[in-house]
């Protein structure tokens, strides 16, 4: 089992940046290749970005791509998903995600342990 745990969402001006963490704790010894996914009311769970055990293939949705950068800290058991140039439609709860192996995917039932999320807001 592997528990984790989102921070680092709030509200933010149009243009504006923030660092959501994830914290895992439990089984980590395992290679989990991590995902951050978004959902805004009313609107399906979408794919933002992921990456690898060992931090190579970051993966990013198109919407996001050159905005926003996802990295790993291995000793820290932390996934970070850095948040730049924000607008209002990145407007959502962010949820961190883990699944087992190495292979990087955007499907969100691919993934085995969710956290449980942590809102951002872009004010226009």
């Known amino acids: 089992q592997v528990q984790l745990v989102e921070s680092g969402g709030g509200l933010v001006q149009a243009g504006g940046s923030l660092r959501l963490s994830c914290a895992a704790s439990g089984r980590t010894s395992s290679s989990y290749t991590m995902g951050w996914f978004r959902q805004a009311p009313g609107k399906e769970r979408e794919f933002v970005a992921a990456i690898s055990w060992s931090g190579g293939s970051p993966y990013y949705a198109d919407s996001v791509k050159g905005r926003f950068t996802i990295s790993r800290d291995n000793a820290q058991n932390t996934v970070y998903l850095f948040l730049n140039s924000l607008k209002p439609e990145d407007t959502a709860v962010y949820y961190c995600?883990?699944?087992?192996?190495?292979?990087?995917?955007?499907?969100?039932?691919?993934?085995?342990?969710w956290g449980q999320g942590t809102q951002v807001t872009v004010s226009s």
């Open positions: 995600a883990a699944r087992g192996g190495a292979v990087v995917t955007t499907s969100p039932d691919r993934y085995t342990y």
